[in-house]
């Protein structure tokens, strides 16, 4: 499976952008599709998941500027609103699922897309 993240750019503060991450390749079970961010010199953190049942999770730093949605599971988007400086970073998308019925529960991983907040 793999994953294509687009959307990323320079944007000022106060400003929104959207991402979206297309899927290819076949999978066996995917429980969530999301997105995790890294800064400089930082550890990578969750941005947003979303289940299968629809259920999301935000992180704390992005909850209610964020949204996460997803094109069953062949894209997962994400709509951010009132960005900020400290939304700076590479964004990837993920997924949480099994190639196959024998292989572990593992975690995929894009690429990954810039998003820079300045003036």
């Known amino acids: 499976v793999q994953l294509q993240a687009s959307g990323g750019g320079l944007v000022q503060p106060g400003g929104s952008l959207s991402l979206s991450c297309a899927r290819s390749?076949?999978?066996?079970?995917?429980?969530?599709m999301g997105w995790y961010r890294q800064a400089p010199g930082k550890q990578r953190e969750l941005v947003a998941t979303?289940?299968?049942?629809?259920?999301i999770t935000y992180g704390d730093s992005v909850r209610g500027r964020f949204t996460i949605s997803r094109d069953n599971w062949n894209t997962v988007y994400l709509q951010m609103n009132h960005l900020q400086p400290g939304d700076t970073g590479v964004y990837y998308c993920?997924?949480?699922?099994?190639?196959?019925?024998?292989?572990?529960?593992?975690?995929?991983w894009g690429k990954g897309t810039q998003v820079t907040v300045s003036s």
């Open positions: 979303i289940s299968g049942a629809n259920t």
């Open positions: 390749g076949t999978i066996a079970s995917i429980y969530f």
């Open positions: 993920n997924i949480d699922g099994r190639a196959s019925s024998r292989d572990p529960r593992s975690r995929y």
